[in-house]
């Protein structure tokens, strides 16, 4: 089981790899900073909030739902 942040990393990194895009291009596209990105990936951040969510999401060019449309998000694989 994950907790929210390892899973909200999962997802990131698993679309990083899929888009094969870089997480400086992903800072950019989404108006974070890279080392706000760092910090979420390397789970640093202790509680991610849901704006921060829908920035990371814009900047994979997807909506919320679609990119919390993943069965690391299901709540059966979330210790919450």
Do not use: C, Q
Request: charged share 20%; proline share 1%.
């Amino acid at each position: 089981m994950n907790n929210v942040n390892h899973a909200l990393a999962l997802r990131i990194r698993e679309l990083l790899s899929e888009k094969n895009m870089t997480r400086y291009r992903l800072a950019i596209n989404s108006g974070l900073t890279h080392s706000t990105l760092k910090n979420i990936i390397h789970e640093t951040v202790k509680d991610n909030l849901l704006s921060t969510t829908i920035l990371i999401a814009g900047g994979f060019d997807m909506t919320v739902s679609e990119f919390l449309d993943s069965p690391l998000f299901d709540e059966i694989n979330l210790n919450i």
